[in-house]
């Protein structure tokens, strides 16, 4: 089926019609809905239906790109039609109907030239600039989504619950208190296991008497590409889940769209709980421009969807309720699709990106001075803030090991980076509140190691909560609190449980400034306890030394600090980083240096430090020492190692000085090229894996600056890190650096 058989078809169903007497538009066609509500879903749904045609013909034309239509799905204009304009909504690649219905509701939108600017790519696409195809406006509260594959849903989960939230905890928020949430997705990503949890997440929510008013909408066309979904599988999975309320719609029948949408909106509006909406539709065209679905589909079930088209539907619905005779409808639809084609033709001339720097402008907006001048509003005295709290009822027991390292603040006492990591997030809480702390095991226990202890009895169960045991939902709840006006600092308990979410960084987070041109972003900073050489404990699930696949997401900012006074300092410009910027930040803490205090011998208290209201600005590196001979370059558990190379080095006459990079992405390579040159030779203590590991790029951002001195690495091995003694064979250790540093020095 082409896009012309498609649009004859309508012209020869309509035309068949027999004109029936006339019916004002103000009366009522149906209980509830007026000839002019039909008239308006009709204007939407045929404007969505000629911007697929135009899709279609400015691809063929080598004008346009890659675009997925929306056709057999324009029944979701009854969705736009049923909520408010304030309700946000995280939309379906194929709810373009949707789209162009609130867009008009708004009013001063171009729904048309914007999706067109959006197909053709063009820099002046309102919402990514030319970057991607999505259904986003800010006007409107259409954020921007790919949707591929359900990767949305923790987000509106989130952001329902972070609605609520906002308005509980007093933090100025976007939307309005009693806003619906509304997330459309397809049948085939019902069954993703992103859907599965989000879905979950929400019904475990409400469970517990919290408010979450989210509706979610499950297009249902059938087929997933070429794989079909069975007729009743959406209801038999979730039709009669408890806690979850059903509604079920034919989205081909206007009447019932358009009923239906405001039973279940009305419902989630008055009971702030989750719903789910079943709309059933039909998919015409195809998956995509490129896809010849008579490869897999039987010719009768292509013309079985045909009979269900839902603008066909509208429309004949308006000829034969008398609102409008069938050529009136032509005419209308004939004038609509006049003005897409038009703008068709305006559009695909309008200028492209033309370099890397406007394309990536949105992903990593950088305002040093405003980062540093927010840093700098706190006094970051712990104890004071601490006492504060505790004046005011909300304090923690003197007993409790959360008081601990703001009483050693206070006297002046060094911490350990676990101590320093306390005081600064309760620093930071007490001066902003609209900062979250959440995660697994955050509240009631304090976290695995006691890192959040004490924070949920200063601060209450609304600021530092417990999450689901699921990294999806953890960062979703981020993603979507993000949006509502708070600054969430969500912690993932281990790094190796990342890996299964790692999308949710990638895919969502990281996106969201490309892709809405910074228009919406994602202020947050994750904590990640990482890394190996935890004593007694853990095997490849809690000793894990993989961050390739953070430091290869555009944009993200990967901090890791060893010690700490640079944990306070480099937490602080994270959350300012993330407050002035939108910046998403990933904040990765070595798990052995949590309580470690010596450095080289028992006793000593070495590696304690007392952090100061010192600013450390993104990308720049700490320095120990300033020994000419070598440079090791290190970070996290690789910088107390090379410390004490160095001091044995310094025994043999040979003088190093140790660079602790503290900044992974970006890398702070100017300080890295400065401290290079200044000994010619540089030897990368990198305890993360010899391929995909730091010290690749370490090496070649040197080469990259010039560099031409002498450069080796030392690394852990290309291996999982096993339990035990096993452990001691796979990882970097001391006397792999200082074989290293002798080889590298023995032609001086």
């Not at 048309?112 to 309102?126: E, H, Q, T």
């Not at 001075?369 to 927010?374: C, F, I, L």
Request: one cysteine or more; proline letters at 6%.
């Amino acid at each position: 089926m082409t896009d012309v058989d498609l649009d004859e078809r309508f012209r020869a169903e309509i035309s068949a019609l027999t004109p029936r007497p006339h019916r004002p538009p103000t009366e009522e066609i149906a209980p509830g809905i007026t000839g002019a509500q039909c008239l308006e879903l009709f204007e939407s749904q045929a404007t969505s239906r000629h911007l697929d045609l135009a899709a279609r013909r400015l691809g063929s034309a080598k004008r346009g790109y890659y675009s997925i239509g929306s056709s057999g799905h324009e029944g979701n204009a009854a969705l736009a039609m049923a909520l408010r304009t304030t309700d946000p909504a995280l939309l379906h690649y194929r709810s373009g109907a949707f789209f162009v219905q609130r867009c008009r509701q708004v009013g001063g939108l171009d729904p048309i030239r914007d999706v067109l600017l959006g197909v053709v790519a063009a820099a002046a696409d309102p919402i990514s600039g030319g970057r991607h195809k999505v259904f986003g406006s800010k006007p409107a509260s259409i954020i921007p989504m790919t949707s591929t594959i359900a990767s949305h849903l923790p987000r509106a989960v989130g952001l329902a619950f972070g609605i609520e939230r906002a308005q509980r905890l007093g933090v100025p928020a976007e939307w309005p208190s009693d806003a619906v949430v509304l997330c459309s997705f397809g049948d085939a990503s019902a069954n993703h296991s992103t859907a599965v949890g989000a879905i979950n997440a929400a019904i475990h929510t409400a469970h517990q008497g919290v408010a979450l008013p989210l509706l979610f909408v499950c297009e249902d066309n059938g087929i997933g590409i070429s794989v079909p979904t069975p007729p009743d599988w959406i209801e038999y999975a979730y039709g009669s889940r408890r806690g979850l309320r059903y509604f079920t719609a034919d989205g081909c029948d206007p009447l019932a769209a358009l009923t239906v949408s405001r039973q279940a909106a009305d419902w989630v509006r008055e009971q702030r709980k989750p719903a789910f909406l079943r709309l059933r539709t039909i998919r015409l065209m195809g998956h995509a421009g490129s896809d010849m679905e008579a490869a897999y589909r039987r010719p009768g079930d292509i013309a079985a969807d045909l009979v269900h088209d839902p603008v066909l539907a509208t429309g004949r619905l308006l000829a034969e309720s008398g609102v409008a005779r069938p050529d009136e409808v032509i005419d209308r639809y004939d004038e609509i699709g006049g003005r897409v084609a038009f703008m068709a033709e305006v559009v695909w001339r309008e200028p492209k990106l033309t370099s890397a720097a406007a394309v990536m402008a949105p992903l990593a907006p950088a305002h040093p001075d405003a980062v540093r001048e927010d840093v700098l509003r706190g006094s970051w005295t712990a104890v004071e803030t601490t006492s504060a709290a505790a004046a005011s009822g909300s304090g923690v027991p003197a007993t409790d090991s959360a008081a601990a390292p703001n009483q050693a603040a206070a006297q002046g006492d060094p911490l350990t980076l676990a101590q320093a990591i306390n005081g600064t997030l309760a620093d930071i809480m007490v001066r902003d509140r609209d900062v979250l702390v959440f995660g697994e095991d955050v509240g009631r226990k304090g976290g695995v190691y006691g890192v959040t202890k004490g924070l949920r009895k200063l601060f209450g169960a609304r600021r530092v909560f417990d999450t689901l045991l699921d990294e999806q939902s953890v960062l979703g709840t981020a993603l979507g609190t993000a949006l509502t006006g708070f600054v969430p600092v969500p912690e993932i308990q281990y790094l190796a449980y990342l890996h299964n979410a790692a999308d949710q960084l990638r895919g969502e987070a990281a996106t969201l400034q490309f892709f809405s041109h910074g228009h919406y972003r994602n202020p947050m900073v994750v904590r990640i306890a990482g890394y190996a050489y935890q004593k007694g404990f853990g095997g490849h699930f809690h000793n894990d030394n993989s961050v390739a696949a953070l430091r290869d997401i555009p944009g993200l900012v990967v901090a890791s600090p060893s010690r700490a006074d640079d944990a306070a300092a480099l937490l602080r410009t994270c959350v300012s980083a993330a407050r002035v910027d939108g910046r998403v930040c990933v904040f990765l803490e070595p798990i052995a240096l949590y309580h470690t205090r010596d450095l080289y011998s028992p006793g000593d208290n070495g590696w304690l430090a007392t952090p100061s209201g010192e600013h450390v600005p993104i990308g720049r590196a700490r320095c120990y020492g300033d020994g000419a001979d070598l440079t090791i370059v290190s970070f996290a558990n690789g910088v107390p190692m090379s410390l004490r190379v160095a001091a044995r080095l310094a025994e043999r006459g040979v003088h190093a000085r140790v660079l602790d990079l503290r900044w992974l992405t970006p890398l702070p390579a100017d300080d890295l090229l400065r401290h290079a040159n200044a000994t010619g030779r540089v030897l990368i203590a990198d305890e993360t894996r010899y391929s995909g590991g730091v010290s690749e790029s370490v090496c070649a951002a040197l080469l990259d600056a010039g560099f031409d001195g002498r450069i080796a690495r030392a690394t852990s091995e290309d291996s999982f890190v096993p339990l035990g003694p096993a452990a001691d064979t796979v990882l970097l250790d001391e006397t792999r650096i200082e074989a290293a540093a002798d080889k590298l020095l023995a032609d001086r």
